[in-house]
């Protein structure tokens, strides 16, 4: 499964030996008033960013798929034998074993090509698990967040200025309490295969439960009850006020239209996420 974002707490640092790389671009962010010691240092080197806190505290957040690109994009494949070696080097430059990496946050997910506008995607992104979908950017991201985590899906493709259609379906754990029950604890841990596939699994659990208006079903086909229907089913407002037995009912009878007068498209991204994972697992 590729990995994007980490943060982690870093264990048996060699601080001054850290602090005097001179790869590494440095700025203070905050002194003590009284004594005017250093209390928070950041050391940046391509997309990583290091934050050494009073001396003793360190902690690493970016993104390693962008720092596998040298810092500069993430929107192209990233397999598991590119994962490994990201994580190598990663090690080799902080001079700790990936075990010393303890993982706070992680963010995984699938870059998909489609074969239209990724707007008919996000546009179309209702709820996920009782909780709207927001749009907190000008560009086509749209977020659902959990207290664990969030579910994020956007136009990757967009993001970058590409010519490509390319969706991102991503989760984002704001807390590893999930993903400590499968094994996830360290940036070595992420060296088992096996452990990418529950990754997988998780994955698309959580996009099961998205609820998307297929854009692809065929209007004119549906009876005048169906076309009503249809209407009300692209309004956030009219998912949210449902009861979950009202919702539920609902829903069946929205994956029956897009089955019967559309493309099946959420069952097509579900399958596309399982396709291109399995294509990134060399």
Known sequence: MPVDFIKARLFNVDIPKLISDKRFKQSVTYKEDDYG???????EYKNLTITIIKNKIVILTGSIHYFYNDGIHNYNNFTFTNLINTLDEVANLLEIELYQFRLQNIEF?????????????TNNLLIHNQKEFLKPYH????VTKHQRYWV????????????????????KYKKMIDLNKIGLYTLEDLKNKDLHHQLLAILLDK?????????????????????????????QNYWLNLTSVERTRQKKLLQ????????????????????????LMI
Do not use: M
Not at 37 to 43: A, D, G, N, W, Y
Not at 152 to 170: A, M
């Open 256 to 279: 029956t239209l897009s089955l019967e007068y559309g493309a099946n498209t959420h069952h097509q991204i579900s399958t596309l996420i399982e396709h291109q994972y399995k294509s």
């Open 207 to 235: 996009w099961s439960k998205v609820l998307l208006y297929d854009f692809t079903i065929d209007k004119s086909q549906l009876r005048p009850l169906y076309k009503s229907k249809s209407l009300e089913y692209q309004n």
């Open 37 to 43: 010691e250093c209390s928070r240092l950041i050391l």
């Open 152 to 171: 994020k899906v956007y136009n990757k493709g967009k993001h970058f200025n590409r010519p490509d259609n390319i969706l991102r379906v991503e989760l």
């Open 139 to 142: 560009f086509d991201y749209k």
């Open 109 to 121: 997910g699938i870059n998909l090509k489609l074969p239209y506008n990724v707007t008919n995607i």
